[in-house]
Structure formats: structure tokens, C-alpha cells
């Protein structure tokens, strides 16, 4: 049987680890030439490749940091010379957590320019090639921070509701031209990111009552990404075990 994404590219930002790793090895599992990208963590984003040659996929990493326009600019003149990226998911992202009153102007800047200077730098590229197809799927990876806000959280959270503004205006721009945009905002998943979280109290407010894995994101990027979200745009899909 024919995969679901044969012969299709993706690129998957900030694919070294985590919830990255694990969409990059879905899609791949599913038929998607990815293309990982990773900042600092090289040895990860090929860890993340043999996990998808192991799944039956294929790809290639690439190492760039997001907020630095002319490196971005420069891999993806590579990537996209060797032809379109059918499926972008701009996962890539840090936290930097302190309460508002507290938080340095550095802590601050970092998270707003990784989320939201690295959605530009990446997507403009990649969307304009795009449009010339007339197709393509980009899923961003939002929170549930940017949905609700969270406590200690203010420049995550301005970052992350700034990209669902940003999502939703660029999915109203392309959807005449065959190119859909939405969003998945997680909740506690289990990665890096969350070793510092008070796990024990958070699950009390999951009515899930744990906390979730990377492949349970993937899996709805996935079904983003796919034929079977053909009417879907500018939508913001919740991962979270049912907090509301
Ligand atoms: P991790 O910290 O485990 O992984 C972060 C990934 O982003 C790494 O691959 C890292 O690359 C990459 N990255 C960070 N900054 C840059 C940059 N400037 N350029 C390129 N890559 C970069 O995080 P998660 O897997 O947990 O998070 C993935 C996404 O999901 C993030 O956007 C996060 O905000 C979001 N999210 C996570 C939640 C959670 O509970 N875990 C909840 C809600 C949202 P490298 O290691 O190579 O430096």
C-alpha cells in the first residue's frame, strides 16, 4: 500500500528532541522525505534520522538556529534548490520562564525572537514556494500557555498567542492557493522542556490525570499535515487531556 505522504518533503524546526523528534518520525513513518532541523544538538537531530530510517523513512538534517535570518535564509536556499518543502511544521522553541515583574529584557527578547522571528524567517521562504505549487500544509506548535496565559510564563505566553495571530492571518491569506495553516497548542508533554515543572501538582489539573507523550502531539501534526485535513485552516487544535 502506498504511504500517506509518498513522495512528499517536510522540514520540521527544532527536530533534535522532544516533540520535534517525534513529528519528524511520524511523518516519516508515514512516507515524508524530513528534513530535521536542529540549533545546537547535532548529535540528537541524528538520532532523530536513524529513528526514522528505523520507522521505513527517510531524510536529511540540517543545522541552523531559527532567529538568525541570513543562516535560515541560506539553508533553505539549499533545502528548497533540491525542490519544494510540501509540509513545514515550525516546532522550534524555548522557555524562559519568571514572573512578569521579574523578567529580564534578555529573557524576554529570546523567546519572543525564537518563536516569533523564527516563525517568519522560516515560513516566508518556504511559503512563497508554496504558492508557486499551489499546495502545501504548515502546522505551528503553539500552547496552551498562548491560549489560557500561565503564571511566570508572560513572554511564552505573548509568544505563543502571537503565533496563533500570525497563523490564522496567514492561513485567511493562502487558502485560495491550496496552502492550509493551523496550529497545535500542547499541553504538559514530556520532554526536556518540562524537567524543571511541578509535574505532581500540574496533573491534578489534567482531568487526564498525566501528562502526555510527544507521539500523542505528533499524531494530530500528523492528521494536520495530511488529505484527511483538506478543509481545515486556521484552526488551533488543544492537546492537553482535557483542561479547559
Ligand atoms: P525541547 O526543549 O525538548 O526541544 C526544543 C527543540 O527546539 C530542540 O530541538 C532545539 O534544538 C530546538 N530549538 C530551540 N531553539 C531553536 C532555534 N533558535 N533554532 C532552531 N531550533 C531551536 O522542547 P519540546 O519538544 O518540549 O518543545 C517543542 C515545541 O513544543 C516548542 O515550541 C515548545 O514551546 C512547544 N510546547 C512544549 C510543551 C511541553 O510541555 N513540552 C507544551 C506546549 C508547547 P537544539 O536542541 O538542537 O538546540
Redesign the pocket.
Known amino acids: 500500500m502506498e504511504k500517506e505522504f509518498a513522495a512528499k518533503t517536510a522540514l520540521v524546526?527544532?527536530?533534535?528532541?522532544?516533540?520535534?523528534r517525534a513529528i519528524s518520525v511520524e511523518l516519516a513513518r508515514c512516507g515524508c522525505r524530513v528534513m530535521v532541523?536542529?540549533?545546537?544538538?547535532k548529535a540528537?537531530?541524528a538520532e532523530t534520522l536513524a529513528l526514522m530510517q528505523a520507522a521505513g523513512g527517510e531524510g536529511a538534517i540540517t543545522g541552523?538556529?531559527?532567529?538568525d535570518a541570513d543562516a535560515t535564509q541560506q539553508a533553505l536556499d539549499d533545502i528548497l534548490s533540491m525542490g519544494p518543502v510540501d509540509i513545514l511544521v515550525n516546532?522550534?522553541?524555548?522557555?524562559a520562564d519568571g514572573l512578569f515583574i521579574m523578567l529580564s529584557r534578555d529573557k524576554w527578547e529570546r523567546v519572543i525572537q525564537?518563536?516569533l522571528d523564527?516563525f517568519y524567517n522560516v515560513t516566508k521562504p518556504v511559503v512563497e514556494k508554496m504558492i508557486r505549487q499551489k499546495q502545501g500544509a504548515v502546522v505551528n506548535?503553539?500552547?496552551?500557555?498562548g491560549v489560557m496565559g500561565n503564571r511566570g510564563q508572560a513572554n511564552y505566553a505573548a509568544a505563543?498567542a502571537g503565533l496563533i495571530g500570525a497563523s490564522r492571518s496567514l492561513a485567511a491569506e493562502v487558502a485560495r492557493l491550496g496552502i492550509r495553516v493551523n496550529v497545535v497548542?500542547?499541553?504538559?508533554?514530556e520532554?526536556?522542556?518540562?524537567a524543571d515543572a511541578p509535574v505532581a501538582n500540574i496533573k491534578q489539573l489534567i482531568p487526564m490525570a498525566r501528562i502526555g507523550q510527544?507521539e500523542e502531539v505528533a499524531r494530530v501534526v500528523r492528521f494536520l499535515c495530511s488529505d484527511d485535513a483538506s478543509y481545515v485552516t486556521g484552526q488551533v487544535i488543544v492537546v492537553n487531556g482535557g483542561m479547559c
Open positions: 524546526t527544532g527536530g533534535s528532541k522532544g516533540i520535534g532541523n536542529y540549533r545546537s544538538d540528537g537531530a541552523f538556529d531559527v532567529t516546532n522550534a522553541g524555548i522557555n525564537t518563536t523564527g506548535i503553539s500552547s496552551v500557555a505563543k497548542a500542547p499541553g504538559l508533554i520532554t526536556e522542556m518540562i510527544p
